[in-house]
């Protein structure tokens, strides 16, 4: 398989994530220098192997994959658990329709990826997890996904959300799903669309968190990921998230602490800290309880709680409480071994904010480590590059900007014959103006006006054969275009827009074996990657 690695600065900026892969100065002040080697998370592998019960962890993680009818080596991974001297490697994403974009792909690959090389390293079982973040509410990112059409564009296929809904408390109307069930098949018609077609949407009656669970699992469970959803863990958390707001005080100021580690290192924090409040959850609705003044203010109004006493209600009623966005990591490593947590640019950057959070709760942090970053090249898209002699990387632009970029080759010998042809007439035309205003000056203007009539014709015959030329070599607009939509759709990254569900469907399963390749754990940069075998198109325009 033909990859090609450039800096992730180079396709996607400078970020605070793009500076820490690059061993920046700031980044390393406020978070230890990224992995290069299994060997390097050494330390973080034994510290996380102190998390109680593990007999009950094995067993409950074990049922509910049972109930999701998990493959074998899903089972037999979370079985593992209840090894003392187990550890894990978490990734984690909120559902989405059609398995939510491709990085969501790479999210588990490179959390396998990871967990192998560490086991490989260590001699100890590592177990790659998938947190599935189920109790997000926020339907307007999950209820659609991306497809490259015919035109093409990368088109929107969505379904109408909720209000207000936890996603795993959400069952999407079966008339939608059907809808953009069809949309699918029509625009992704590869050897893997009846599996796809299966496994990327809900069923009648499920949730979309629970149709995302079992769509991970059959893209990633005989490859060992084990998936969880947070709900699993309130029991047994709810001792240790009671703790935590029992000393609003002490959370408040870890909360700005964290932030205030950020800004140091010259960066805006992603998070701020007012999103990390926790959350009543209540008939399928997920209310925010905001930490202000000491106390826990319920959104949409009501008397604000003290520390002790909504400890109080989570050790009571824990099934009904959930935590925010930056206590998320520090509720997994409460109650799961996890060494190493995969991040995209955004989580590894409110990672840095959660030292003070982990030192408030007594953990040693997981390291955080870089996920996979890909681009994925078809046949189609490959020949193209090749054919405009562009690296893929240089071809990450909107339409216009590639079509500027992008010289229009012209029939040289004609077009210089065409040149000088103009260039001569318009000097010889220029030559005779003295020996015409000594005949009659009046005939200067019509001479000039026929001098330039003369000129833009041969102007104009030399831009219609170069066009003429440039569509029999087929350099066209819409060649450009999908360059464009394939590789840079919306103007983002293809990562981050096109569906998972929709690359699947072209690529069939084995595409899940291709990525697993690509996803060196240790290479942190951003890879083109070259797919091999044929597209649901024909290849001609």
């Known amino acids: 398989m033909r990859t ?26 406020v978070l230890p220098e990224v992995a290069r080697r299994a060997e390097d998370l050494r330390a973080a592998v034994e510290a996380a192997r102190d998390v109680p019960d593990r007999p009950g962890l094995a067993r409950t993680v074990r049922e509910y994959l049972e109930k999701k009818e998990a493959p074998p080596a899903s089972l037999e991974n979370a079985s593992r658990l209840a090894d003392p001297a187990a550890c894990a490697v978490i990734a984690g994403q909120q559902p989405g329709l059609g398995g939510g974009p491709l990085l969501n792909l790479y999210k588990a690959s490179s959390a396998i990826r990871l967990a192998r090389a560490l086991e490989e390293s260590t001699g100890s079982p590592c177990v790659p997890l998938f947190w599935n973040h189920s109790e997000d509410d926020d339907l307007a990112e999950a209820n659609h996904f991306f497809v490259l059409n015919d035109a093409p564009d990368a088109a929107r296929i969505g379904i109408p959300p909720a209000p207000a809904r936890m996603l795993r408390a959400w069952s999407p109307d079966a008339s939608d799903i059907a809808g953009a069930r069809a949309a699918l098949r029509e625009s992704a018609r590869g050897p893997g669309a009846s599996w796809v077609d299966a496994i990327a949407f809900p069923r009648e009656g499920e949730s979309l968190g629970e149709s995302f669970t079992r769509f991970l699992l059959a893209a990633f469970g005989e490859r060992g990921l084990v998936v969880v959803e947070p709900h699993l863990f309130a029991r047994s958390a709810a001792d240790r998230v009671a703790s935590w707001v029992e000393r609003p005080a002490d959370l408040s100021r870890a909360l700005r602490a964290g932030e205030e580690r950020v800004r140091r290192a010259g960066f805006e924090p992603p998070v701020s800290p007012e999103q990390t409040a926790l959350f009543r959850l209540q008939e399928g609705r997920r209310l925010r309880l905001r ?3 000491g106390r826990f203010a319920p959104e949409g109004g009501g008397a604000p709680l003290e520390g002790a006493d909504l400890a109080r209600a989570i050790r009571e009623a824990p099934e009904t409480f959930g935590v925010g966005v930056l206590l998320r990591p520090v509720l997994a490593r409460a109650v799961l071994p996890v060494a190493a947590s995969i991040g995209g640019p955004t989580e590894i950057a409110y990672h840095a904010q959660l030292p003070p959070l982990f030192a408030l709760a007594g953990l040693a942090p997981p390291a955080p480590h870089p996920r996979a970053s890909l681009t994925l090249l078809d046949v189609r898209v490959a020949s193209l590059l090749e054919r405009f002699a562009i690296e893929p990387e240089d071809a990450l632009l909107a339409e216009e900007r590639l079509l500027e970029r992008l010289p229009l080759p012209r029939p040289e010998g004609i077009d210089r014959a065409l040149e000088t042809l103009a260039r001569e007439t318009r000097e010889t035309l220029a030559s005779l103006e003295p020996s015409v205003a000594e005949i009659d000056p009046t005939l200067l203007g019509p001479l000039r006006r026929r001098a330039r009539a003369v000129v833009e014709d041969l102007e104009d015959l030399r831009g219609r054969i170069g066009r003429a030329h440039a569509s029999r070599a087929g350099i066209k607009r819409r060649h450009v275009k999908r360059l464009s939509a394939s590789l840079f759709p919306r103007g983002e990254i293809q990562e981050r827009i096109l569906s998972a569900a929709w690359m699947l469907a072209r690529s069939g399963p084995t595409l899940v074996d291709s990525i697993l390749a690509a996803c060196d754990p240790f290479a942190h940069a951003h890879r083109f990657v070259w797919l091999e075998g044929a597209t649901d198109d024909d290849g001609t325009d």
């Open 4 to 29: 090609r690695e450039v800096p992730f600065e180079r396709v996607a900026g400078r970020s605070f994530f793009a500076e820490w892969i690059a061993g920046g100065a700031p980044a390393r002040e």
């Open 291 to 293: 930490l202000a003044g």
